[in-house]
Structures are given as structure tokens and as C-alpha cells.
């Protein structure tokens, strides 16, 4: 049920709750998984896929069927791998051991771990990690190889930072550094999923031959997510931030969160979010090259969202104090928008990225940067879905509607925006008329509050005077 907080809020921001009911109405999936034929052990990974990421499990669950299995396979083996390495209460020496091994214990049936700590968020998986490797063991051969080669790497690369003591005391020291743990954590997602789209024959070859697309795709993910959630990496013990980048600005970390400091911090923000967007044209370039409906959905939503945070939390003094999220009107609008179609997509991208440019500022050090990376994405959208389209110019010209499809978009849009309003109002006054039906039966005197209105008093009575005030109307003597 809404609490009154959720409710006053979409009554101010009533386009979200729009966004809401078209997504909860509207949306219908490309695929939608059959779950009533499914082995017990395939019914356990779906629920486990489901605990685990609400958001990766909406768009894993609408994959074509040939990729459903296998995508959520691997994302909870990665997530087993990622729960290892964040479990501070494993010793090194068993950690370590655990991540360069991890690949040949997918192979393994029955194999389970029961060594996290009891606070651990995803520890259950691990405990009946035997449902994944069940399912693991019955994918195709060539998915099995992509899986198991991505969970290698991602282990090596693991056990690396995991015993490295300078790393664990002092954080990411370089921008090289820093580049390359994302490589490792979420580069190598890109080029796994990329292998399974090109294998499945849903993705264009070429994407094999462009790495750095991949890389990409895995890296503006990643870096977003770090930027957004220092505070709480902080909260942990545990910082990404590279020190080449955070010592321009302040000289101590911990200097980030202190409000004295808080100009500095803002610009060591903007610095990150410019590193972030090197990647955003490079992710665009690669959803072109998609070519099934539902795998271009798993790869642009993740996206669009990621750029929309950059915008949200570009020079947001906030992140600093507390986890910034996008709320649950703008995440359904940002899936529609995403799962429609590459200009649709496209022009999303653009909003957030002018929303970026405007809220840049001149005394921002890297103003100039940020302002050319903004212009550089939003030329290659240009290059690619002209604004100025020139049929439509030539129908303006004849006094033509420039597009007919979009006025009767416009126009549709009007009246969803009619009917958004209408059901608002009608929801407001309910809940008046209950309000106001309570605290009558709750004993409160509307009578003497009008006789008060008329006479110009507008304000509270203290309690002894509105007794008086009671007495006397009671006794008709008002």
C-alpha cells in the first residue's frame, strides 16, 4: 500500500505516476518465460535470480528463450563470485583460493559454500549453490566455455585486489588503477554477454573485433554505480574513487563528506562523471549493433539508467551525505523509453546529456572538459538521427504538419496528460471527503470553524478560548 508520502509526492510529480500506470498497463514483454514445465533446480535459480537483483531479474526474465537460461546463469555465478569477494569475513588466504578456483567449481554438481558471514546479503545463494551448477551442467557446451573463461578471468583478477594490502588500506591509488579493477568486475561482463549475443546469433559479429565497445558498455555501468554510491562505500570501509583524481581537490578523503569542504568535493564529482561519459557514445555505437528486440532491452535499459543518474547526481551535493536513487517514475519512463526503439533511445540519452550541460558550471576546473564530452555525444546522436530532418522541413514548407505521426503522438499525450489529471483531482477530493468524514466523527465542530472564518479570525485559538467558544455556540449565543 502507498504510504502519504508516496502519495503526496506523484500527486506534485502526477507525470510519474503516468509513467507508472503506462508501464504496469502498457508494457507487454517481448518474451515472457513459461515457468510451468521448469525443473525444480530451474525454478530455484529463477527465485534466486529474483532475490538477488530485482532490477537485472526484469530484464534477464524477457530474454529470447535461447538466452534466458544461460544470461541468468551467469549472472548468479558472477554474483556468487562478487558475494566471496565482498564477504570481509572470510579469510584471505580462503578468499583468495576461492576466487582463483571458482571456475572449476561451477562444474562441479552439488557443490555448494556455506563459509559467508551470517550478515551476508546473498549468502543463501552460495548455501544451495547447487540448484546453479545443476543448470549449468545442461546449457550448450559453447555457452558453458564463455561462462566459465568470463568467471576465470573475474576470479584472477579478484584474488589480485583481494591481496593486494596497499589496495585494501588505501583504496585505488591511480586512474589506470581505476580502469582497470572496472575492467575486471565489469568489463569483462561486456565481453562475456557479447559473446553469448554474437553465439546466439543476436548480435552482429563485428562486435567481436570492437572490444572497446564491450568494454565500455561494462565500464560506464560500473563507474556510475561507484561515483553514485560513495557514501555508502565509505559507510563500509572501503573506497573506489582514484587518489590521482580526489587529491586534485581535497587532501584527505574523508574530506569528501565534510560539508566545510563541499565545493571541492563537487568539483572531485564532476571530474568522475567526466571520466564516466568517455564511454557513453562508445555504449551507444554498440546497441546499434543489436539485432533481437529483447536483447537490445537487457542492453539499452541498464544504460539509459545509467546516464540518467549522471544527471542526477552530476554536482549533487547529496551523494556525499546519503545513496541518490532515481525514483520509480522516472526508472519506468527511462524502460520505456529504452525498449522501443534505437531513436527513441537515442534522444533519452540526449535529454539526460543536456540535463548534464546545464547543470555544468563555469567555476567547475573542468568545465571545459565536461562541457566538450557533452558535445561529443550529442554530435554522434546528431549524426545519427539528424534533427532537422529535411522531409519534414519540405511538408513545413507547404504548410503540412511536419509529422503526422508524432502530432497525433502529441495529441495522444494530451489527453493521457487529461485523464493523469482528472484521476488526480478525483483522488484528491476521496481522500478529502474521508479526512474530513473522520474528524467529524471524531467530534470536530466545522459549524464553529465557518462562524470563526466569516468574522475574519484566522487563526488557532488556544485550547482555554475554544472551549469558551464551544459553550457559547452551543448556547446559541454566537
Not at 535470480?49 to 558472477?78: K, M, N
Not at 562478487?82 to 583468495?96: A, G, H, R, Y
Not at 479526512?435 to 488556544?462: E, H, N, V, Y
Request: aromatic share 10%; with cysteine.
Amino acid at each position: 500500500m502507498a504510504s502519504p508520502t508516496n502519495l503526496f509526492y506523484y500527486m506534485i510529480h502526477w507525470q510519474e505516476l503516468r509513467s507508472i500506470v503506462q508501464w504496469k498497463l502498457m508494457h507487454t514483454p517481448v518474451h515472457q518465460r513459461d515457468w510451468t514445465d521448469e525443473r525444480v533446480s530451474l525454478y530455484e535459480c529463477f527465485h534466486y535470480l529474483e532475490q538477488t537483483s530485482r532490477s537485472f531479474a526484469t530484464v534477464i526474465l524477457e530474454l529470447h528463450p535461447e538466452l534466458l537460461v544461460p544470461v541468468a546463469l551467469f549472472y548468479l555465478i558472477l554474483r556468487a563470485l562478487d558475494t566471496i569477494e565482498d564477504d570481509m569475513t572470510i579469510s584471505l588466504e580462503e578468499k583468495v583460493k576461492l576466487l582463483r578456483e571458482f571456475h572449476t567449481m561451477i562444474e562441479q554438481k552439488g557443490w555448494t559454500y556455506n563459509g559467508n558471514g551470517p550478515d551476508e546479503k546473498d549468502r543463501k545463494l552460495l548455501v544451495h549453490f547447487n540448484v546453479v551448477t545443476e543448470e549449468f551442467s545442461r546449457i550448450k557446451p559453447e555457452y558453458r566455455a564463455i561462462i566459465k573463461d568470463i568467471a576465470r578471468r573475474m576470479g584472477e583478477g579478484m584474488a589480485e585486489y583481494a591481496g593486494d594490502a596497499t589496495h585494501n588500506q588505501n583504496g585505488i591509488e591511480t586512474v589506470q588503477g581505476y580502469e582497470r579493477y572496472c575492467h575486471f568486475v565489469a568489463g569483462l561482463v561486456g565481453e562475456g554477454l557479447t559473446r553469448l549475443f554474437v553465439e546466439s546469433d543476436m548480435a552482429k559479429p563485428a562486435l567481436l573485433e570492437r572490444p572497446h565497445l564491450q568494454e565500455s558498455m561494462g565500464q560506464f555501468l560500473q563507474k556510475t554505480n561507484i561515483i553514485r554510491d560513495v557514501r555508502e562505500d565509505w559507510d563500509d570501509k572501503r573506497r573506489f574513487w582514484p587518489r590521482e583524481i580526489w587529491s586534485k581537490h581535497v587532501s584527505k578523503f574523508e574530506d569528501l563528506f565534510d560539508k566545510t569542504h563541499q565545493e571541492a568535493a563537487l568539483n572531485c564529482s564532476s571530474e568522475m562523471v567526466l571520466n564516466a561519459l568517455g564511454h557513453a557514445d562508445e555504449c551507444l555505437y554498440y546497441l546499434a549493433a543489436l539485432r533481437e528486440q529483447s536483447v537490445f532491452n537487457f542492453a539499452a535499459i541498464p544504460q539509459t539508467m545509467a546516464i540518467a543518474t549522471l544527471a542526477l547526481i552530476f554536482r549533487n551535493p547529496f551523494i556525499f551525505q546519503r545513496n541518490v536513487k532515481l525514483t520509480r517514475g522516472q526508472t519506468c519512463q527511462l524502460m520505456m523509453d529504452s525498449s522501443q526503439n534505437l531513436q527513441i533511445l537515442f534522444r533519452s540519452f540526449q535529454q539526460s546529456v543536456r540535463a548534464i550541460h546545464r547543470k555544468n558550471t563555469p567555476s567547475d576546473p573542468n568545465f571545459l572538459k565536461i562541457s566538450i564530452a557533452c558535445g561529443k555525444i550529442e554530435q554522434f546522436i546528431e549524426s545519427v538521427f539528424p534533427t532537422q530532418d529535411p522531409e519534414a522541413l519540405a511538408r513545413k514548407a507547404r504548410g503540412e504538419p511536419a509529422d503526422p505521426k508524432k502530432a497525433a503522438a502529441d495529441a495522444e499525450t494530451r489527453k493521457d496528460m487529461l485523464y493523469t489529471v482528472g484521476f488526480m483531482l478525483l483522488l484528491l477530493s476521496i481522500l478529502t471527503a474521508i479526512m474530513l468524514t473522520i474528524a467529524w466523527f471524531a467530534g470536530a465542530r466545522f459549524d464553529i470553524m465557518l462562524s470563526q472564518l466569516r468574522q475574519g479570525k484566522f487563526s488557532r485559538p488556544d485550547p482555554a478560548e475554544a472551549d469558551k467558544l464551544r459553550e457559547a455556540y452551543d448556547r446559541n449565543e454566537l
